[in-house]
């Protein structure tokens, strides 16, 4: 079994930065991906960005450029730095991790991002 948990959601000001991260512990497999998705009111659950076992990364349209994610192996942690925020970034942001191989994926329980002046 695996758990995830987000951190560093918070309030920020359009064009302000925030840096996500996310923990996973438990009965890991070395190989697997990771990846955020968000959730904003009214709103379909969307990828953010993803980065696979083997580094290579993916980033919805709207973000890329702006939001740049990262990983630290040893730490089992993923990370989603997010620049030049914009008030239809506000969503409740989700970590995932994802056995490449089956049908599994996990979720952590998310964590709330706010951008308004």
């Known amino acids: 079994q695996v758990q995830l948990v987000e951190s560093g959601g918070r309030l920020v000001q359009p064009g302000g930065s925030l840096r996500l991260s996310c923990a996973a512990s438990?009965?890991?497999?070395?190989?697997?991906?990771m990846g955020w998705y968000r959730q904003a009111p009214g709103k379909q659950r969307e990828l953010v960005a993803a980065?696979?076992?083997?580094?290579?990364?993916n980033y919805e349209d709207s973000v890329k450029g702006r939001f740049t994610i990262s990983r630290d192996y040893a730490k089992n942690t993923v990370y989603l730095r997010m620049n030049s925020l914009k008030v239809e970034g506000t969503a409740v942001y989700y970590c995932n991790l994802r056995y490449e191989w089956i049908a599994r994926v996990y979720w952590g329980q998310g964590t709330q991002v706010t951008v308004s002046s």
């Open positions: 438990g009965s890991i497999f070395s190989i697997h991906a």
């Open positions: 980065i696979s076992s083997g580094g290579s990364t």
